[in-house]
C-alpha cells in the first residue's frame, strides 16, 4: 500500500486531471441524456395531450374502436344482404333461348316461335306460340331441371338448350 500512495503523491496532479476528465465527460453524458429525455416527454405529452389519460391518443383510439364495431356491423348487415340477394336471384330468370320457325307450308317468315324462360335451377317455363294463316296458338309447359315431362317438340328442346347452353342456334325449318 505504501507504494501506491507514493505513486499517487508523485502524479497526484495527473490523478486529478483523469478523475476531472471523467467527471467531465459524465457530466456532458447527463446534459445529453437530459436533453433527449425532455424531448420524448414533450413528444410522449404532445401524443397524449397531457395528464390526466383522457387526451388526444385515448379520443383517438376511443374514435377508432367506435369507427370499427360500426364497420364491423355494416359488414354483417350487407354479407346478410348479400345472402338474400343471391337466394333470391337463384329464383329470378337467368337462362332465356329463343327459337323462331315456320310450322306451316301455307304461311310465309318465321312467325311461330318456343322461348324457354328458366332460373338459376333451369326450372321454369317453355312457351310455344303456332302462328297459322286463321289462328294462333299458344301453348305453355313446366321445364324442372332442364327438362319437361311432357313431351316436347323439336322448337322447345332447342329454346331449352339455347338458354343451358346460352348459345344462338340456327333458324329451325320445317
Known amino acids: 500500500m505504501p507504494l501506491l500512495?507514493?505513486?499517487?503523491?508523485?502524479?497526484?496532479?495527473?490523478?486529478?486531471?483523469?478523475?476531472?476528465?471523467?467527471?467531465?465527460?459524465?457530466?456532458?453524458a447527463v446534459v445529453v441524456q437530459s436533453?433527449?429525455?425532455?424531448?420524448?416527454?414533450?413528444?410522449?405529452?404532445?401524443l397524449i395531450g397531457g395528464a390526466g389519460g383522457s387526451g388526444s391518443l385515448r379520443q383517438v383510439l376511443d374514435a377508432h374502436v367506435?369507427?370499427?364495431?360500426?364497420?364491423?356491423?355494416?359488414?354483417?348487415?350487407?354479407?346478410?344482404?348479400?345472402?338474400?340477394?343471391?337466394?333470391r336471384s337463384r329464383g329470378s330468370l337467368q337462362h332465356i333461348g329463343m327459337v323462331r320457325f315456320n310450322p306451316f307450308d301455307d304461311t310465309g317468315s318465321d312467325q311461330s316461335f318456343a322461348i324457354a324462360l328458366l332460373d338459376?335451377?333451369?326450372?321454369?317455363?317453355?312457351?310455344?306460340?303456332?302462328?297459322?294463316?286463321?289462328?294462333?296458338?299458344?301453348?305453355?309447359?313446366?321445364?324442372?331441371?332442364?327438362?319437361?315431362?311432357?313431351?316436347?317438340?323439336?322448337?322447345?328442346a332447342q329454346a331449352i338448350r339455347v338458354a343451358v347452353e346460352g348459345t344462338r342456334p340456327a333458324t329451325a325449318a320445317r
Open 66 to 87: 367506435d369507427r370499427v364495431e360500426q364497420v364491423s356491423g355494416r359488414l354483417e348487415e350487407l354479407n346478410a344482404l348479400h345472402a338474400d340477394l343471391e337466394l
Open 5 to 28: 500512495n507514493q505513486m499517487l503523491s508523485e502524479n497526484l496532479a495527473l490523478a486529478f486531471g483523469l478523475v476531472a476528465l471523467l467527471l467531465l465527460l459524465l457530466i456532458a
Open 120 to 156: 338459376d335451377r333451369r326450372d321454369g317455363i317453355v312457351l310455344s306460340s303456332l302462328h297459322g294463316r286463321a289462328n294462333t296458338r299458344l301453348f305453355a309447359k313446366p321445364v324442372e331441371a332442364g327438362t319437361s315431362r311432357h313431351a316436347l317438340s323439336e322448337e322447345e
Open 35 to 46: 436533453a433527449r429525455l425532455g424531448r420524448a416527454t414533450r413528444a410522449y405529452r404532445a
